[in-house]
């Protein structure tokens, strides 16, 4: 079993529609969250990132996390097909920086 | 302000050859990351440096992969031989802070190197 996991997709969405991601995970000793962008050819960049569960929003995204469930989530509101891309989950333990990622939701925005 | 850069960004090998790769990363980043993604997968990480140091090379196949980061600077990963199922894209990232300080998980990825074995 993988420690992180994640709905490969595609989703495919209209423009405007509010994209819905999430990861699920095992080890309970993961505490920092983080939502990367990748797009095709390119190397993944930084979307978001969160700490304990709650909410997080910044401009059109939202970063949920539910530890209790062992749950993350990324919403996308009013999505662009500038937001066409994949999605990777990230999570890291307390201590060092080693990330472990999800692997990754391709999603389609479609004009 | 320049990003991490790799090259070659694609190479083409037959099984058993060797191949490497280089990797500049940003300007005073201290730690340097060789993560290797397979087509479909996410990003699994081979190797950490702190410094010129390694910190965590615990899903390193030594026995084919080895990296180097000797002034503490730029890094390269090579594979000997190289294996059908090493195909795939692999990815230099840094970070500007000590592995046992930052949390912010803040990678700055380059494009990454495509490498296809035939």
């Known amino acids: 079993q993988k420690e992180v996991e994640q709905d490969p997709g595609p989703l495919s969405v209209p423009e405007g529609a509010i994209v819905s991601l999430n990861c699920t995970y095992s080890?309970?000793?993961?505490?920092?969250f983080m939502w990367y962008r990748q797009y095709s050819r390119k190397g993944p960049e930084l979307l978001m990132y969160?700490?304990?569960?709650g909410n997080k929003e910044d401009g059109r995204f939202t970063a949920q996390v539910d530890k209790s469930s062992k749950y993350i989530s990324l919403f996308i509101r009013d999505s662009q097909p500038s937001d066409s891309a994949t999605y990777l989950c990230?999570?890291?333990?307390?201590?060092?920086?080693?990330?472990?990622f999800g692997g990754g939701t391709r999603v389609l925005v479609k004009p | 302000e320049a990003g991490v850069a790799q090259s070659p960004r694609y190479k083409i090998i037959e099984k058993r050859q060797s191949v490497a790769f280089w990797c500049n990363p940003i300007?005073?980043?201290?730690?340097l990351y060789w993560y290797q993604q397979i087509l479909g997968q996410g990003p699994k990480l081979l190797i950490q440096?702190?410094?010129?140091?390694?910190?965590?090379d615990s899903q390193l196949p030594k026995d084919r992969f080895s990296a180097e980061r000797l002034k503490g600077v730029d890094s390269t990963l090579k594979i000997q031989p190289a294996k059908l199922e090493d195909s795939a894209v692999y990815l230099c990232?840094?970070?500007?802070?000590?592995?046992?300080?930052?949390?912010?998980?803040?990678?700055?990825f380059g494009e990454g190197s495509r490498l296809t074995v035939l």
């Open positions: 990232a840094s970070s500007l802070r000590a592995w046992s300080v930052s949390n912010t998980g803040e990678l700055f």
């Open positions: 080890n309970s000793a993961f505490q920092y």
């Open positions: 969160t700490y304990s569960s």
């Open positions: 990230a999570m890291k333990r307390a201590a060092g920086n080693k990330l472990t």
């Open positions: 300007s005073g980043h201290a730690t």
């Open positions: 440096f702190q410094n010129n140091g390694v910190v965590d």
